[in-house]
T-cell receptor, first 112, second 113 residues
Framework: GQQLNQSPQSMFIQEGEDVSMNCTSSSIFNTWLWYKQEPGEGPVLLIA?????ELTSNGRLTAQFGITRKDSFLNISASIPSDVGIYFC????????????FGQGTRLTINP | DSGVTQTPKHLITATGQRVTLRCSPR?????VYWYQQSLDQGLQFLIHYYNGEERAKGNILERFSAQQFPDLHSELNLSSLELGDSALYFC????????????FGQGTRLTVV
């Protein structure tokens, strides 16, 4: 089935640093989404991307839908302690469009 | 607060038992999705209902079933529980049936002992 390869699996950074993570797939996706999950909570939608090449920002977060429709990246600028959590990419496949396929997540830890 | 309500938040039960997880979608949302999150499998799609009808199935075990009621709340029934069924079960809802911009509840943590 469709799989998303998300990297890195974990990141340990200093407060104030920029962060970059990405997702790749061998399949084409219609839509890319980025979610953040904190302990004890469900995933929260951060950014949704609907067109190849689309670049969208949400505050300090920026995400892009790859031109090939097989990848996406998320950047976080000037990280702060509340950015800690697990970030998931998710894609809506062309076939089976009723569901989202999730990456394995990137665990972000920030040293103050 | 996403507006999606899941109950109970925690559930501990024995192998072989049956449990029901409940989800109330955001007001106005017609779609409900169920996902399973375990440590080694990440978030896995189970099933999607739209306005009371099943729309899509993922890798949902035959021991699991779901339904969406006329008031749009949904229940996920897990039977003949095994240790490996221990996981977080999330419900998500969206306005349409396309699977995108889904808003997740806080989840039900199921522990099978």
């Amino acid at each position: 089935g469709q799989q998303l390869n998300q990297s890195p699996q974990s990141m340990f950074i200093q407060e104030g640093e920029d962060v970059s993570m990405n997702c790749t797939s061998s399949s084409i996706f219609n839509t890319w989404l980025w979610y953040k999950q904190e302990p004890g909570e469900g995933p929260v939608l951060l950014i949704a991307l609907y067109k190849a090449g689309e670049l969208t920002s949400n505050g300090r977060l920026t995400a892009q839908f790859g031109i090939t429709r097989k990848d996406s990246f998320l950047n976080i600028s000037a990280s702060i302690p509340s950015d800690v959590g697990i970030y998931f990419c998710a894609g809506q496949p062309i076939q089976g469009a009723q569901k989202l396929v999730f990456g394995q997540g990137t665990r972000l830890t920030i040293n103050p | 607060d996403s507006g999606v309500t899941q109950t109970p938040k925690h559930l501990i039960t024995a192998t072989g038992q049956r449990v029901t997880l409940r989800c109330s979608p955001r007001s106005g949302d017609l779609s409900v999705y169920w996902y399973q999150q375990s440590l080694d499998q990440g978030l896995q799609f189970l099933i999607h209902y739209y306005n009371g009808e099943e729309r899509a199935k993922g890798n949902i075990l035959e021991r699991f079933s779901a339904q969406q009621f006329p008031d749009l709340h949904s229940e996920l029934n897990l039977s003949s529980l095994e240790l490996g069924d221990s996981a977080l079960y999330f419900c998500a809802s969206s306005l349409g049936g396309g699977g995108t911009e889904a808003f997740f509840g806080q989840g039900t943590r199921l522990t099978v002992v």
